[in-house]
């Protein structure tokens, strides 16, 4: 059975940092481009950031660039997204999924391997909430 299993969530104070990892059972990760999501209470649910199969390409949203940073453990089957500089716009349910495609789209289309309908595995999320 193909599973994805998200941890590290909780609670912090703003400028806090988390490590959220993205734990995959059933079938081996690197294969497959990893993106994590979040959906806040009321909103959508937006692309947060992406890595390629090998984990030398990443994609972040505007808002996180230069705060969090996307990493893979092939060898661990996990990925990990380190948020750091936190703030309550960040709050959110925070989700892994795994893409099976060959495709990684660079240069100006960076952002469409950040499409949800692309991705074919989702965790079951973990709760991420910054507030003092």
């Known amino acids: 059975q193909l599973q994805l299993v998200e941890s590290g969530g909780e609670l912090v104070q703003p400028g806090g940092s988390l490590r959220l990892s993205c734990a995959a059972s059933?079938?081996?990760?690197?294969?497959?481009?990893i993106g994590w999501f979040r959906q806040a209470p009321g909103k959508e649910r937006e692309g947060v950031s992406c890595?390629?199969?090998?984990?030398?390409?990443?994609y972040y949203r505007d808002s996180v660039a230069g705060r969090f940073t996307i990493s893979r453990d092939n060898a661990k089957n996990t990925v990990y997204l380190q948020m750091n500089n936190l703030n309550p716009d960040d709050t959110a349910v925070y989700y892994c999924?795994?893409?099976?495609?060959?495709?990684?789209?660079?240069?100006?289309?960076?952002?469409?391997?950040?499409?949800?309908?692309?991705?074919?595995?989702w965790g079951q999320g973990t709760q991420v909430t910054v507030s003092s």
């Open positions: 890595i390629s199969r090998g984990g030398g390409s990443t």
């Open positions: 059933g079938f081996a990760l690197d294969y497959y481009t």
């Open positions: 999924a795994a893409q099976d495609s060959s495709s990684w789209y660079g240069g100006l289309y960076l952002y469409r391997n950040l499409v949800d309908s692309s991705y074919n595995y």
